[in-house]
């Protein structure tokens, strides 16, 4: 196991989250993007979360139970949301995406994510069950996650401009 830049408190112990947690959610945005959508991402930065204020004005949240437990947040500046659903979509103007169709839009992009992360999981000792995804839109918002598990913010650039993945996942072990 790796620590990437924290601890998680499970029970008693502490816990150290294990990267190969954080990797498939990594893989499964850039190849959704890449192959779904015909747009290259790239990884700029990964970080420890300290708050709850959220990134951008569109937010997918998915929460996954299980042996896993935790959720997947993806955000997106409005711009970008409206180009990438716009090409999730084929509509050619991303601007005349409706609200409807944005919620769709970004929903599916963190199902597509979330199921290629569990497919590259289902090998290893961690597992978990998908939740239906909800779509927040605002400004100035938070979104909580467990005190007691780390969150991983993931930066990502794709048609110049900046998203973020956050992964939030206690590190529980399937029972033999």
Same mark, same amino acid.
């Given at each position: 196991?790796?620590?990437?830049?924290?601890?998680?408190?499970?029970?008693?112990?502490? *816990?150290?989250?294990?990267?190969?947690?954080?990797?498939? !959610?990594?893989?499964?945005?850039?190849?959704?993007?890449?192959?779904?959508?015909?747009?290259?991402?790239?990884?700029?930065?990964?970080?420890?979360?300290?708050?709850?204020?959220? !990134?951008?004005e569109?937010?997918?949240?998915?929460?996954?139970?299980?042996?896993?437990?935790?959720?997947?947040?993806?955000? !997106?500046?409005?711009?970008?949301?409206?180009? *990438?659903?716009?090409?999730?979509?084929?509509?050619?103007?991303?601007?005349?995406?409706?609200?409807?169709?944005?919620r769709?839009?970004?929903?599916?992009?963190?199902?597509?994510?979330?199921?290629?992360?569990k /497919?590259?999981?289902?090998? /290893?000792?961690?597992?978990?069950?998908?939740?239906?995804?909800? *779509?927040?839109?605002?400004?100035?918002?938070?979104?909580?996650?467990?005190?007691? /598990?780390?969150?991983?913010?993931?930066?990502?650039?794709?048609?110049?401009?900046? !998203?973020?993945?956050q992964?939030?996942?206690?590190?529980?072990?399937?029972?033999?």
């Amino acid at each position: 196991m790796e620590n990437v830049g924290g601890n998680s408190k499970q029970g008693n112990r502490r *816990v150290p989250l294990d990267v190969r947690l954080i990797n498939p !959610f990594i893989s499964g945005t850039k190849e959704v993007f890449e192959v779904m959508a015909g747009i290259p991402v790239k990884r700029k930065s990964l970080s420890l979360k300290k708050d709850y204020k959220m !990134f951008g004005e569109i937010s997918g949240i998915m929460g996954l139970t299980g042996d896993a437990v935790g959720s997947i947040i993806i955000s !997106f500046p409005k711009k970008l949301a409206d180009d *990438v659903v716009s090409k999730f979509l084929g509509i050619e103007d991303g601007e005349n995406i409706n609200e409807d169709d944005m919620r769709d839009g970004v929903g599916e992009i963190l199902n597509m994510i979330t199921g290629k992360a569990k /497919t590259l999981l289902a090998s /290893t000792e961690y597992y978990f069950k998908l939740s239906i995804p909800t *779509v927040i839109m605002g400004q100035n918002y938070e979104i909580s996650h467990s005190k007691d /598990t780390p969150c991983i913010v993931v930066i990502f650039e794709a048609i110049n401009l900046q !998203f973020i993945l956050q992964v939030s996942l206690s590190p529980h072990k399937k029972q033999e």
